[in-house]
């Protein structure tokens, strides 16, 4: 079975500072991570996904991942953070080839971003 | 860009009584998923409704309680059936798609979500 942990609930950083959300995947095979943010009354935005390739993906909104596979790690990252991004942030895991499968969800990390 | 829409946005019901949630997406996909967040929670698969077949359903969910339709490859429905108050929850669909259709392969895109409140 595939899981997925975010160890930190809450997250708060300063505007203008670098911010990083953690998350650690447990799968069997090659897996496929990605990252979604839902800002309050709002579903589920894509932020950026990791299938293959470069260990560094960038997404949306200046938003980047690294992947590494010894341990097991999909952290979100941005060098600046602003009050904009405050926001709950979900790591998923999905297996499977092709068209989308089945994902996995963290438990969510609430960002805020302090003026 | 494609575009995912839920309806109703938000509802409050009655103990007892079902509602159906519609998706309804402006180009054809592949794969629609159903999902619940309960209030504080992450999100929880419940089904995938297949075009043209029995959704399959995850476990801890039945199709009695959650019965889902998927008549075409733009729309789905999730009726949540007697409901109590334990089903207050956000549901959302999702979809995926082959790479056509303005989705990117092996990527899940959400719906806005439907709030529902059972008193």
């Known amino acids: 079975a595939q899981s997925v942990a975010q160890p930190e609930d809450q997250v708060n950083v300063a505007e203008g500072n670098p911010l990083t959300v953690k998350c650690t995947y447990s799968v069997s095979g090659n897996p496929y991570l990605f990252w979604y943010v839902q800002y309050p009354n709002r579903g589920l935005q894509f932020l950026l996904k990791?299938?293959?390739?470069?260990?560094l993906v960038k997404g949306s909104y200046g938003f980047e991942a690294e992947f590494n596979k010894s341990q097991t790690s999909f952290h979100l990252k941005k060098p600046s953070a602003l009050v904009s991004d405050s926001a709950l942030y979900f790591c998923a895991v999905g297996q499977g080839t092709g068209s989308a499968r089945q994902l996995t969800f963290g438990s969510g990390t609430q960002l805020t971003v302090l003026p | 860009s494609a575009v995912i829409s839920q309806k109703p946005s938000r509802d409050i019901c009655q103990r007892g009584t079902s509602l159906t949630i519609q998706c309804q997406v402006d180009s054809q996909v592949t794969m629609m998923f159903w999902y619940r967040q309960q209030p504080g929670q992450s999100l929880t698969l419940i089904a995938t409704a297949n075009q043209g077949s029995e959704a399959t359903y995850e476990s801890g969910f039945v199709i009695d309680k959650f019965p889902i339709s998927r008549p075409n490859l733009t729309f789905s429905t999730l009726t949540v059936s007697n409901m109590s108050p334990e089903d207050s929850s956000i549901y959302l669909c999702?979809?995926?798609?082959?790479?056509?259709?303005?989705?990117?392969?092996?990527?899940?895109?959400f719906g806005p979500g439907t709030r529902l409140t059972v008193l």
């Open positions: 990791y299938i293959t390739g470069d260990n």
């Open positions: 999702s979809v995926g798609s082959r790479g056509t259709s303005g989705f990117s392969t092996d990527t899940q895109y």
